[in-house]
């Protein structure tokens, strides 16, 4: 069984390498990588892409993936269909980028074979894009292709799986979008949970949707978290913790920016600091809203 890479695993946070079609080795070496993802996509049937970063067994990923899955069961396409969605045909995405965006972004449900969790989120995805890539053809022959993807299933793919190629996951753009106050929540749930474990946490409804978005910014609640914390793996959650905590040590570099150029005279001694963090809202300085 190919193993998933998870959130703990610092590769997933490297941007993968661009492949040049007129190398040779590149080419021998992104036809194993597409083999290595046929293997992942069959052994994982209820995946709607993979990129060659989440593979474990991949050391140097190129920035391929493949967008949809050849190999679902009957039972899972009849259970897609009563969302009215039909799974995509497998197609080998390599080099991708995003040329075109149309309309206002939507708000997407978001889950990802490397968060093992109950952990879904919401992001503003484009329902069309316009994208460039190169895939092979029946000999291996490199093909450019352009087009749009009116199919919106296969845009929100493209859009979730261009994250990994850039070094991303769905989770990134999500926590880079909490304020402290919800930063600090977080951190102490984790810690409540390390500090508690139950052998049987109390049953987690794995559609629900934990981080959920609008115009005015991300939010969730504390106690639908902590169920889906407690049936997330450990893996994933020591990852998921290290992303919460480095996000609220940027957001305090950046707070602690903000204040010395308010401050043109001097720096102030580290009490008066103190002082200033005290009275001060932290979360005006949170960031805007996520954009694609």
């Known amino acids: 069984m190919i193993t998933i890479r998870q959130l703990n695993d610092p590769?997933?946070?490297?941007?993968?390498?661009?492949?040049?079609?007129?190398?040779?080795?590149?080419l021998v070496k992104?036809?194993?990588?597409?083999s290595l993802l046929k293997q992942t996509t069959s052994q994982y049937p209820t995946s709607a892409g993979m990129a060659a970063v989440q593979c474990a067994e991949i050391s140097e990923p190129y920035r391929v993936f493949i967008l949809g899955n050849n190999h679902i069961s009957n039972e899972y396409k009849q259970q897609l269909a009563a969302r009215g969605i039909v799974m995509p045909r497998e197609k080998i995405i390599i080099n991708p980028e995003i040329a075109m965006r149309y309309g206002e972004p939507r708000s997407v449900d978001q889950q990802c074979f490397s968060v093992c969790g109950p952990l879904r989120g919401q992001l503003p995805f484009y329902k069309f894009i316009g994208v460039k890539y190169l895939t092979l053809d029946d000999n291996d022959n490199v093909v450019e292709v352009e087009e749009d993807l009116t199919n919106e299933i296969e845009g929100r793919i493209f859009q979730h799986e261009y994250l990994h190629v850039e070094g991303m996951t769905y989770l990134n753009l999500i926590i880079n979008q909490l304020t402290f106050a919800q930063l600090e929540t977080i951190i102490a749930i984790i810690k409540g949970i390390k500090g508690n474990p139950i052998d049987k946490p109390e049953p987690v409804n794995n559609l629900m949707t934990i981080f959920q978005w609008d115009a005015n910014g991300i939010g969730f609640e504390a106690l639908a978290l902590e169920k889906a914390l407690r049936h997330t793996q450990a893996d994933s959650l020591n990852g998921f913790s290290q992303l919460v905590e480095s996000a609220l040590v940027a957001k305090q570099e950046k707070y602690n920016h903000n204040l010395f150029c308010l401050n043109p005279i001097g720096l102030k001694q580290a009490s008066e600091w103190d002082a200033v963090v005290t009275v001060t809202s932290k979360d005006e300085f949170a960031g805007p809203g996520f954009g694609a």
């Open 11 to 26: 590769t997933l946070y490297k941007k993968s390498k661009s492949f040049n079609p007129d190398s040779v080795f590149d």
């Open 30 to 34: 992104i036809k194993e990588q597409i």
